[in-house]
């Protein structure tokens, strides 16, 4: 029988192969992917775990936070803060930048992450997930500043995510292509399940959220209405829809059996970009996207060419299998 891989080993033959992951970054990583076991345990034990329910408080989007969302952010960053790899992390939770304590040493890499992506769906039992990206500070200058994370996505150094489902699967890119790991609980380590991930790049499945429909512009109500009409529409065959509510869960099926993710700008507050994150939701998905081969923009441009001008930009998002997220792109550029 072939042996298992687990994260730890292939993150160490992936530094021998190439160099392509120096040794902060590996620890980095594994710790990250120890605190999404630490998250993966607390969302599993569920009620019984009193982890559910609202912890009466709001983040800086103004959004009512969860004690799951608040509980993931913490064990991030204390896992995080002390081993000497980073200089400073960012949360979906935290107003502005967390810098590591004097007291420890600090690193050259800032950690960004959505400590628990799918919020709505904590108390009802569906898949939610942690999704992180990978920068290094800019080394001008001593100590760090919010300006320092403002660094457009193709300057990612890593990135990805972990799925709490039915499994708990981590997904990770250093730029060589998409690996995926399963929580294997007995052993408690992340054993390697796929490696070079790819999207196949045409779909007959698509996933927006259809409530909005009538605040959509016209592009993007073009494209679902052409998926709509099927196999006698002008696309000349039959889509299927699908819709989560957790991006994590919504980009694992992507990554898994292609389709397009779709979350645009649409009237309801026309200043705001979308409702998705650049930084930490939007950059490591498209990167883990194209690193499958698929596409991720805005509408018009490629997400990872975006330069950020705050931590808590939002953005419109159009990301999976290459065809489709072409088209649709088209449609905005006029095409
Ligand atoms: P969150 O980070 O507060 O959980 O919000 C992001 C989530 C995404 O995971 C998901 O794709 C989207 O919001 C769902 O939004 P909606 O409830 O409008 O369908
Ligand atoms: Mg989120």
Redesign the pocket.
Do not use: F, P, R, T
């Given at each position: 029988m072939a042996q298992k891989v687990s994260l730890t080993r292939y993150l160490v033959e992936q530094q021998r192969v190439d160099g392509s992951i120096p040794a902060q970054l590996r620890l980095l990583l594994e710790v990250v992917a120890r605190a999404c076991k630490s998250i993966s345990m607390a969302v599993n034990k569920g009620a019984l775990g009193g982890v559910l329910g609202s912890a009466e408080s709001e983040n800086v989007q103004g959004?009512v936070q969860k004690k799951l969302d608040i509980i993931s952010n913490e064990v991030l960053i204390e896992a995080n803060e002390w081993g000497g790899h980073l200089a400073a992390m960012a949360s979906?939770e935290m107003d502005s930048i967390h810098l590591v304590p004097s007291r420890y040493p600090q690193g050259e890499y800032l950690l960004l992450f959505?400590p628990l992506?799918?919020?709505?769906n904590i108390d009802v039992n569906v898949s939610i997930g942690t999704i992180f990206s990978v920068l290094k500070k800019p080394d001008d200058h001593p100590g760090v500043q919010e300006a320092d994370f403002l660094q457009a996505g193709v300057k990612q150094v890593a990135a990805g995510y972990c799925v709490y489902g039915p499994s708990t699967t981590l997904v990770l890119t250093v730029g060589d292509g998409v690996a995926m790991f399963t929580l294997d609980r007995e052993q408690g380590s992340f054993v390697l399940t796929q490696e070079n991930v790819q999207i196949p790049a045409d779909t007959k499945e698509f996933a927006i959220?259809m409530s909005n429909m009538r605040h959509w512009d016209a592009p993007v109500k073009r494209y679902v209405d052409e998926c709509l009409a099927g196999k006698d529409g002008p696309r000349g065959k039959d889509f299927n829809m699908r819709?989560i509510?957790?991006?994590?869960a919504?980009v694992h099926r992507i990554l898994t059996r292609g389709g397009i993710f779709m979350?645009p700008w649409d009237k309801r507050e026309p200043e705001k970009a979308g409702?998705?994150r650049l930084m930490y939701?939007a950059n490591p998905m498209a990167w883990l996207v194209e690193q499958a081969g698929g596409a991720a923009t805005n509408g018009k441009q490629r997400i990872l060419d975006l330069q950020p001008t705050k931590l808590h930009e939002r953005v419109a998002v159009f990301l999976g299998s290459k065809n489709e997220v072409e088209r649709v792109t088209d449609y905005h550029n006029g095409a």
């Open positions: 959004e979906e959505d992506d799918g919020s709505s959220n819709w509510a957790s991006m994590v919504d979350y409702k998705l939701e």
